[in-house]
Structure formats: C-alpha cells, structure tokens
Nanobody, 126 residues
C-alpha cells in the first residue's frame, strides 16, 4: 500500500511563496505519474500541476502557470510544489495524488489517481 504525506502548508501574505512536499512510502513511485490538486470549500477538487512517469514532463493549470512549479526527487520518493506570487484565490486544501501506471501520463481528472494524501491547508491573506 502507498502512503502519501504532505507538508509545507500554512498562512502567507499575497505575493509570498510556499513549497509543499509530498513524500511517498510503501513502494517507489519513481516511474508513476504524480500530481497536486486543490479544493476550496464549496468547490470541486481541481488539478493544479502534475508530472508524468515517462519523461518527467510537467503540466500546470492555466491559473497557476508561471507561478507554480512541480518537481520530483527520485532518491527521496518525494514531489514538490513550489508556489510563488501567491494570491488569495490560491487558498485551498492541497492534495498530493499518485497513479499506479508505470510511465503513465498526467491526468487532470482526479478520479484517475489511486492514492491520495490527507491534504494540507494553504491560506493566502490579502
């Protein structure tokens, strides 16, 4: 079984930065697609960024493109989400997700992912 544990969330002022981490344990996810989603109260869970399992190509949603960056540390079985120039509308609970398909693509549909972290709160004040 895979466990995903997020860390690095918190409260930050608009324009500030945070880096989220997601450490996987239980089995290596080196070649699996992984992604970050977020969900604000009353909203659906939405795709933020993902990194595929084949050539490490990364993808970001239009709302965060140019501000957020996803990366992976193979040795630590960890992915990161560097968030810069944060805005109040980025406030949400952020979730790490992993698929099981080796060399699998990044899906923007949250139902395509098999494993999830517990979520971590990011709050951006104006």
């Amino acid at each position: 079984q895979v466990q995903l544990v997020e860390s690095g969330g918190g409260l930050v002022q608009a324009g500030g930065s945070l880096r989220l981490s997601c450490e996987a344990s239980g089995r290596p996810l080196t070649l699996s697609p992984m992604a970050w989603f977020r969900q604000a109260p009353g909203n659906e869970r939405s795709f933020v960024a993902g990194i595929n399992g084949s050539d490490e190509t990364s993808y970001e949603s239009e709302s965060v493109k140019g501000r957020f960056n996803i990366s992976r540390d193979f040795a630590k079985n960890t992915i990161y989400l560097q968030m810069n120039n944060l805005k109040p509308e980025d406030t949400a609970n952020y979730f790490c997700a992993a698929g099981t398909q080796i060399y699998g693509p990044v899906y923007r549909d949250h139902t395509k992912y098999n494993f999830w972290g517990q979520g971590i709160q990011v709050t951006v004040s104006s």
